[in-house]
């Protein structure tokens, strides 16, 4: 793929067609953005429904009108469908989705003929108006913030595949056996396709090869790859924007997190799919969301693997064209970073480890428990995320991998063995649920949960490390097994000595080769002050040891201070390497310190108008600034000592 697609969300808002279309084509013109997607609510309203695809067209033809440049690129954001669940002041009379507790949402279920036909005509008369594309929005689900649809027409659909009538009730009490959930799960798909089908056919109706495109959310990309292939057009490639933004969310500490969901989604989908960023401000304003923001989570959004994004960068409500200037500005003028920055993750692949894996087959997030979920709830990521160690996420990657207790359970025994004999790093509790597995022999440990007196610190070396607050009690299975650190217990915060309590940190090479770390402590989630046996500059030493060990090699860079750096480092086929650091924190660097083992020879910046351009290292540091929330991007040369 030579160029990122970058579609440029555009409200309808009569009486300022020449505006937005003067501002749609410079945004285009600039490259900001390749595209332009008109949006159109489309959520039936009204007994019976208004006429909603008829206002909306000619909305869009006046708009079309004005623009002053290549239609060509003018398509149509469908924003609402099924619908986002928001209640209109007169309601349609289709069939509701109804949730796992009885309620209705706001919600049109798609197995309701009358509402296929609604659909159907709105969609077929805007084909008719010849757009460059469809592109269907996120509300088109049945698994985020659903967790299924519990309607009569799913019931019967439902009840006919098992042989038996069903109530609501009595379906919900089947959906522990995961036969039955699976086959409630095609059945949800399969209504969706449905619906699906009515749209393409309605496209079809005007240009079999009109593109259509679809957006998932992240407990729902287990469907979207079908229902985009569903969806695309005659000669179409399939195009999904995943579910990445980050909602009225200023602080940075959890990015990493939010990184780590759209490589889930990535991982779930064929690797023929355009994925698109949700680079999404809602409510499209500085208030919500700052212009640095919107260029970092860009930026993490491309290096994470995505093709380009769906800007929202204008207020839909209201036309308030100010509130969008510092997002044009910061786009315009990082526009060629972002090529260049594409290029060159086209062109590598992660280095050193992974700070969490993706499993080869998606995580089955049954209805009605786990609709919202799409992969692991904790990962190693959230911390090493803001230590400064390299941060990766990759699906099954040929390199050792660091799981937590909450990762475990996405894989399966085939993926497990392969992710042991490859090197991993696991905390307490993801080793308790390995040996309950039966992996102990791979990992060279049997571990339980701890139970005993209370863990007061840990001993590694000569260094004292703080407790966290979950253990695990590890018995070396032999004496290939060795200890790296040791669990403390004292009666008292002045007593002096302390009881050895057992192993802190275990050293294993298993029968397959591959390097095993089990840590008797858990993570904690990064809010709580609990979890600082984690958030320490000790532990942090203590991990780059055991990271060595897992690698077979040190770790080839990290940032050495206390700062909270997310660091993403990834190798060219040449042996260059590329490392991009986001400073997560408030603090502005003036230089960014860099510690490595190797020789570097030449460090080189991508620019904003993406060039690399050279950047001096001296006394182990960076001579450039990251400021808060600020992404740079280096290219590293640099070999053995």
Known sequence: MDKLTALHVMPL??????????????????????????????????????????????????????????????????????????VPDEPASFQQIVRPDGSLAYQMCPFDPAFQHYIREAIGHL???????????????????????????????????????????????LLSDETVARLYDNVLLDSLLQLAGVIRDAMDETDPA????????????????????????????????????????????????????????????????????????????????AAALLHAHYT??????????????????AYQPASGAAYRAVLGRYQQFYETLFQAVQASRPDGYAASALPSASFFNAAPVHGDRGGSEKTWGALLGVLGLPCNYARMPDLPVMLTGEDVG??????????????????????????????AAAIGVNAVPYQGPRVSAERWGQKILGSDSTYAHLEPLGPKTRVQAILLHRKSGVDESFTEMGPAATLFTNDSGGRVVVLAASVGTSNKLSSFGFYDADRKLQLLELLSFICGRPVAFHYPGDAEI????????????????????????????????????????????????????????????????????????????
């Open 127 to 173: 084909a008719s108006l010849r757009p460059a594309f469809i592109m269907i929005d996120d509300d088109f689900r049945l698994l985020t913030g659903r967790n299924g649809c519990f309607c009569p027409l799913h019931l019967a659909e439902t009840g006919r595949r098992l042989g038996r009538s069903l109530s609501r009730t009595e379906l919900i009490g």
């Open 410 to 439: 996405l894989f399966s025994d085939t993926d497990l063995r392969q992710l042991a004999a490859g090197g991993m790093l696991l905390e307490g509790a993801a080793a308790v649920k390995l040996c309950a597995r039966g992996f």
């Open 300 to 317: 993490g959004s491309i290096l994470e693997g995505c093709h380009g994004a769906k800007h929202w960068i204008t207020r839909t409500r």
């Open 566 to 641: 997310y660091l993403k480092l990834r190798r060219f086929p040449d042996g260059r390497y590329l490392l991009a650091l986001f400073n997560l924190g408030h603090d502005p660097l003036d230089t960014i310190p860099l510690a490595s083992p190797l020789a570097i020879s030449r460090v080189e910046q991508i620019a904003p108008d993406g060039q690399w351009v050279p950047v001096a290292l001296e006394s182990g540091a960076l001579l450039a600034s990251l400021a808060p929330a600020e992404p740079k991007v280096f290219r590293v040369t640099a070999k053995d000592r």
């Open 210 to 289: 009109l593109p259509g495109s679809f957006c998932t959310c992240y407990g729902d990309v287990r469907h979207a790859g079908a229902i985009a292939g569903r969806l695309a057009g005659k000669g179409q490639p399939r195009v999904v924007r995943i579910n990445n933004a980050r909602y009225l969310n200023p602080e940075m500490r959890s990015f990493p997190v939010r990184m780590y969901h759209g490589t889930v989604q990535i991982a779930a989908l064929d690797d023929d799919i355009l994925v698109l960023a949700e680079t999404d401000t809602c409510p499209q304003n500085r208030y919500s969301t």
């Open 13 to 86: 808002l009569p009486g300022h067609e020449a505006d937005l279309a003067a501002d749609a084509f410079d945004l285009i013109r600039s490259g900001v953005a390749t595209d332009c997607a008109c949006m159109m609510t489309l959520v039936p309203e009204g007994n019976p429904p208004q006429n909603k695809a008829k206002i909306l067209g000619d909305r869009f033809l006046a708009f079309r009108d004005a623009y002053p440049g290549d239609t060509a690129h003018l398509g149509i954001l469908a924003q609402a469908t099924i619908g986002h669940g928001y």
